[in-house]
């Protein structure tokens, strides 16, 4: 999700370059959406598992 968002920002950006306010406006209002909701998923994380003690699996 984290991606997402920052590939929106860049989308964002190169939409701007060129000229196309429109579509920087948008892609910048998606990436801050995004943005939250992976820090609100984050928050969420991290506190379920202080809570409940399990520690966090590494992925391969």
Do not use: C, E, H, N
Request: glycine share 10%; aromatic share 12%; net charge positive.
């Amino acid at each position: 999700m984290i991606r997402a968002a920052v590939l929106f920002f860049i989308l964002a950006i190169v939409a701007y370059a060129f000229g196309a306010y429109g579509i920087a406006g948008l892609s910048t209002d998606i990436g801050k959406v995004l943005l939250a909701v992976f820090l609100v998923l984050a928050v969420i994380s991290f506190l379920g598992a202080l809570l409940t003690g399990r520690k966090a699996r590494i992925l391969p």
